[in-house]
């Protein structure tokens, strides 16, 4: 009877302070046991979490819109002339979100079924070659796919959709706000300027619009 009287003031001074006495579970009401591997739950790993968004945000603010809009055009020209043999493209609709930037182009060439998963490959050769982390790589048969992203947290993809057209994006980080031109790199066909949606493709290849699924020349 003496420890319970001792304990009793020490848990009231506790719950008087605020502090819970479980930690079990997050908001959602989901236990530790349901949290798939690499997720955290619980009041604290939320506020570090937050910390982290805000040591994130700072180093990604000393670029603007502007800045990062030019560092993902660099990064689509990169790829496009790291895919051998190089295949006819136009500048795809530039979006903005509150903090963040994505190009696009559009491929012109036609590439042929037997071709995609060899165009997504040298795509993805490239950027493992260059330092890139692979997110993603969609097998799809018909609109197969690729995702990369770098250190600095640009995100870049290459995926095939309708009628079989090769698309290229380029995904900011969160940066400082600031107005954004239009790209600066010259395509190496038709500009289309003003046209959406883009054309379907139309130039063909010797070796990507044929047959086969060898790697060729």
């Not at 799809?140 to 995100?155: H, I, L, N, Q």
């Not at 079989?164 to 300027?193: H, M, W």
């Amino acid at each position: 009877m003496r420890r319970v009287k001792r304990a009793l003031p020490l848990v009231a001074a506790v719950l008087a302070l605020g502090v819970p006495l479980s930690g079990c579970g997050n908001e959602s009401g989901a236990r530790g046991g349901d949290v798939s591997a690499g997720a955290s739950s619980g009041v604290g790993s939320g506020r570090q979490e937050e910390q982290g968004q805000e040591k994130g945000k700072g180093r990604d603010q000393e670029m603007d819109m502007q800045e990062a809009a030019e560092r993902a055009d660099a990064m689509l020209d990169a790829v496009l002339k790291g895919i051998d043999p190089d295949v006819r493209w136009a500048h795809g609709p530039t979006t903005t979100r509150a903090c963040g930037v994505t190009r696009r182009r559009a491929v012109m060439t036609i590439v042929s079924p037997e071709r995609r998963q060899t165009f997504l490959d040298r795509a993805e050769t490239f950027w493992r070659k260059n330092d890139y982390r692979i997110k993603a790589v969609n097998k799809d048969d018909k609109f197969p796919a690729v995702y990369a992203v770098t250190r600095s947290g640009f995100g870049v993809s290459v995926s095939f959709r309708g009628k079989g057209q090769a698309f290229l994006e380029a995904d900011t980080p969160c940066v400082k706000e600031s107005k954004v031109a239009a790209p600066a790199s010259e395509p190496n066909g038709p500009a289309y300027e003003g046209v959406y949606p883009l054309p379907r493709p139309d130039v063909r290849s010797d070796f990507w619009s044929g047959e086969g699924e060898g790697e060729g020349e």
